[in-house]
């Protein structure tokens, strides 16, 4: 990757986790941002840093093993993870990962995320697993992970919080805000009665748009 690329996904890692931060899908120094910068090196967000304080200079480069190449501060041990999805998925070019409130009380009570509801998110995220519990930061999550990630672009982590894949940094928020907002709206409809679902030809409608839209 050249310099000026090089420098657009910095700055674009730097804009997500400020994006973040003001959403408050993360607080304190939560979550991580993966990006692939060459075929086996990834820009990774330091840990204990706020991503409100996001700055290019502080940001690490790792290797596909998660062994840090430079960088001022030590890569997120949450890296393992990520590179887990990105071996198996030569698509995804951006991994975020964050504690959006809404979609984590999904995570925190067990509760499948429903599909077949709303048509947006049939459209850009399709299927959203759920991935069984694994101490955060360890070699177990990736693996975890990587049972579930074959097709879905965003995966709720069980008594953890979310992951959500993207094939640009912008892609990756984009899909998390919309899955904040599906968990949001599902946790407000279920106080007026139960949810509607679309007719299996409506889904496949979507889908067929789905290959349509190139998504």
């Not at 730097?14 to 931060?21: R, T």
């Not at 990520?82 to 975020?96: G, K, P, T």
């Not at 999550?141 to 094939?167: F, K, M, R, T």
């Not at 919309?178 to 279920?190: H, Q």
Request: aromatic share 6%; proline share 6%; charged share 20%.
């Amino acid at each position: 990757m050249d310099t000026n690329c090089r420098q657009e996904l910095e700055q674009a890692i730097c804009w997500a986790g400020a994006v973040l931060h003001q959403r408050q899908f993360v607080v304190a120094n939560e979550g991580n941002i993966t990006a692939r910068l060459e075929a086996n090196r990834f820009l990774c967000t330091p840990t204990q840093t706020s991503k409100a304080d996001l700055v290019p200079a502080e940001l690490a480069v790792i290797d596909s093993d998660g062994v840090q190449i430079s960088g001022p501060k030590p890569r997120s041990s949450e890296a393992l993870a990520h590179l887990a999805v990105y071996r198996l998925r030569s698509d995804v070019q951006c991994i975020i990962h964050c504690h959006a409130p809404h979609a984590t009380a999904f995570a925190l009570t067990g509760t499948p995320v429903p599909s077949g509801i709303s048509p947006e998110v049939e459209l850009f995220l399709g299927e959203i697993p759920t991935v069984p519990y694994a101490t955060p930061g360890t070699v177990e999550l990736g693996e975890q992970i990587s049972h579930y990630c074959d097709d879905a672009w965003a995966l709720i982590l069980a008594n953890h919080g979310v992951l959500v894949l993207g094939s640009d940094v912008r892609q990756a928020l984009w899909r998390t805000e919309i899955l904040e907002a599906y968990c949001r709206n599902l946790i407000l409809a279920r106080t007026l009665g139960p949810l509607q679902a679309l007719t299996p030809e409506q889904c496949e409608a979507i889908r067929n748009q789905r290959a349509v839209w190139g998504l």
